[in-house]
């Protein structure tokens, strides 16, 4: 094996943990100098235990040696988004206000790594309470990308992609409530998958938007996207949101589904203020598809120019009410200054909540509040079920929908100081969590400055494992997921 084992797929690890030419501790070991090495000009992590993670390992070891594998990920590194709770563990979500909170739970994906073998490593950097699009604006510091640290990774999951694109995880876990994992993909260079709203259990998620929120893989290659995505799929009666469905093996209908397929150009993706390398590059995904035989048609979205508004109504009025526990008496900051206990609750929000979180907070209040509720939040409802039937008719005639994924690839640290200019960065993926569709971004190319360029896969509802299959054979005819950035 090279010694870059932080850069090698899951897939490939498992093999040579297999054949017995590495352990779980060497590769752990790896994973951890890597990290030493790149996280002071990267800072993905908000933290991480060395000792705990390798103690992990030497327990998969144990399990491998006495023939009790669990599977693909036993003793794979696998780090997580700071709002995904894992027992003992700090439980952040990149903020002041939870700043010295420790889980004392495990959330339903954790305890599915946790069966799968999987070594748990790290506490990932990430947008307060997920809110934002380029992981400025974290308690703790922006993450660098670690294709040009002076840009932004992405967000709200930009420790996870950072991370893995970094080499400081073999794969990694982030939350997407309006692009958090595809935006960040696709800035990052790597695949992340957003699956099915209720594939994937929410339990132990801290929540920013219910009716967004969905957890989902960052991996190197497809194939990696779809066995994490097998581990951490199905039922929970923990969350109430969560669907009873069969869960394929995604691996295994990577090598069935070959297509060729139907796909979907929405016209409404493909206009002002795509920048013009990444339109370039996705048009050349577009003609591969077409060269294998695929059939290209080109739909039409009408209420996309509703989904930002729409959003931005749902996603504040359930974040305001979601952070209503955060009150500094139960649990989490607790002010010093407050006079009486009306007061330590103001103060004790006001210094615990980042700029972002107020803004949409206040935002989300007033859209619910007496006199208002029935002109933003019922109305934003309706839009969204005349968006999602928009995507429920384009698919009668295509099997999936091929669009860009950002509008823009990577950007300065602190040049979108306008939280609008900000807002829009989500133009072509806050859709897919209003129709609760699965989404993936895949890498298609660079920038002339090298940065990279990422196209989505915009799927049917539970239809991930034809999602995963239009997408690798992409991948499989290209190189892009085997460059990595010079650190």
Known sequence: MSSELFYRSIAELAAALDAKKLTAVELTQAVIARTKAVEPRVHAFNSFDEADALAQ??????????GQSSGPLEGIPIALKDVIAVTGQPLTASSKMLKNFVSPYDATVTTKLKKAGAVLWGRLNCDEFAMGSSTENSAFGPTGNPWDVTRVPGGSSGGSSAALAAGEAIATLGS????????????????????????????GLIAF????????????????????????????????????????????????????????????YFAEGLDPEIGA???????????????????????????????????????????????????????????????LYFQSRAEGFGPEVKRRIILGTYVLSSGY???????AQKVRTLIRQDFLNAFRDVDALLTPTSPVPAFKIGEKADPLAMYLLDIYTIGVNLAGLPGLSMPCGFTKSGLPIGAQLIGQPFREADLLSIAAAYEQAHDWTKKFPSL
Do not use: M
């Open 209 to 268: 938007a219910s009716s967004l929120d969905q957890i989902g893989p960052f991996a190197r290659t497809v194939e990696d996207a779809a066995i994490v995505l097998g581990a951490i799929a199905g039922h929970d009666e923990r969350d109430s949101t969560s669907f009873k469905t069969d869960i394929p093996d995604y691996r295994a209908a990577l090598a069935q589904r070959k297509g060729p397929w139907k796909l979907g150009i929405p016209k409404e």
């Open 176 to 203: 997407d409530t309006g692009g958090s994992i595809r935006q960040p993909a696709a800035l990052c260079g790597v695949v992340g998958l957003k699956p099915t709203y209720g594939l994937v259990s929410r339990y």
């Open 57 to 66: 390992a030497a327990a998969s070891d144990a399990r491998r040696a006495a």
């Open 281 to 343: 590059a996705v048009e050349q995904a577009i003609a591969f598809y077409k060269s294998q035989g695929c059939e290209i048609r080109e739909v039409s979205l009408p209420h996309t120019k509703y989904c930002l508004d729409t959003y931005y109504v749902i996603a504040t009025a359930e974040a305001s009410s979601n952070l209503a526990r955060y009150d500094g008496i139960r649990y989490g900051h607790r002010s010093t200054a407050a006079k009486d206990v009306v007061d």
């Open 373 to 379: 509720y029935d002109a933003y939040y019922l109305r």
